[in-house]
T-cell receptor
Framework: DAEITQSPRHKITETGRQVTLACHQT?????MFWYRQDLGHGLRLIHYSYGVQDTNKGEVSDGYSVSRSNTEDLPLTLESAASSQTSVYFCASSDLTSGRTDTQYFGPGTRLTVL | EDQVTQSPEALRLQEGESSSLNCSYT??????LFWYRQDPGKGPEFLFTLYSAGEEKEKERLKATLTKKESFLHITAPKPEDSATYLCAVFNDYKLSFGAGTTVTVRA
């Protein structure tokens, strides 16, 4: 079955370190998204991509970067981790080309703690 | 700016006690309203998409409805396995904007 996976599921790091979170989908979806989820804020969009070599900033992109070199993967990099980036991170994918439905399917999440 | 507000924040129900969750939104050019279910420690799981006022969709004990300003998720005769956080989101242009969610607890 097609799926979307994230790794690691849990990560503890120190302030100032570079961290990369992996996201891999086998749906063959064009579109991929990264969100963070914090208590009281709901899910907020960090970055998104509509295809290979395409990346765009979301509403909370400062301190994060992404690159899309193939259809399946969209890694999220924290350039210099800060305590404010302690959160649960979710990757999602969708296929706009399927028509009016733009359902996003989510991965299981990565819990990141920055000490 | 798109705004999505869900109420109540938390809902405690007895098994079999039907209730409704509210999602009110302000968005220019709604292209879809989504409901997701999220269990603790897991990613959101897609439930429904609604596109226009008057539209309704059902799945087991859940029924979602849509008006021009809000959506309701009705839970009929809930069971303990319906306990979860229910998220509402609106799709506009390029992104989903999520509400903070309603956490539903169903006691046996």
């Amino acid at each position: 079955d097609a799926e979307i996976t994230q790794s690691p599921r849990h990560k503890i790091t120190e302030t100032g370190r570079q961290v990369t979170l992996a996201c891999h989908q086998t749906w063959n979806h064009n579109n991929m998204f990264w969100y963070r989820q914090d208590l009281g804020h709901g899910l907020r969009l960090i970055h998104y991509s509509y295809g290979v070599q395409d990346t765009n900033k979301g509403e909370v992109s400062d301190g994060y970067s992404v690159s899309r070199s193939n259809t399946e993967d969209l890694p999220l990099t924290l350039e210099s981790a800060a305590s404010s980036q302690t959160s649960v991170y979710f990757c999602a994918s969708s296929d706009l080309t399927s028509g009016r439905t733009d359902t996003q399917y989510f991965g299981p999440g990565t819990r990141l703690t920055v000490l | 700016e798109d705004q999505v507000t869900q109420s109540p924040e938390a809902l405690r129900l007895q098994e079999g006690e039907s209730s409704s969750l509210n999602c009110s939104y302000t968005v220019s050019g709604l292209r879809g309203l989504f409901w997701y279910r999220q269990d603790p420690g897991k990613g959101p799981e897609f439930l429904f998409t609604l596109y226009s006022a008057g539209e309704e969709k059902e799945k087991e004990r859940l029924k979602a409805t849509l008006t021009k300003k809000e959506s309701f998720l009705h839970i009929t005769a809930p069971k303990p396995e319906d306990s979860a956080t229910y998220l509402c989101a609106v799709f506009n242009d390029y992104k989903l904007s999520f509400g903070a969610g309603t956490t539903v607890t169903v006691r046996a």
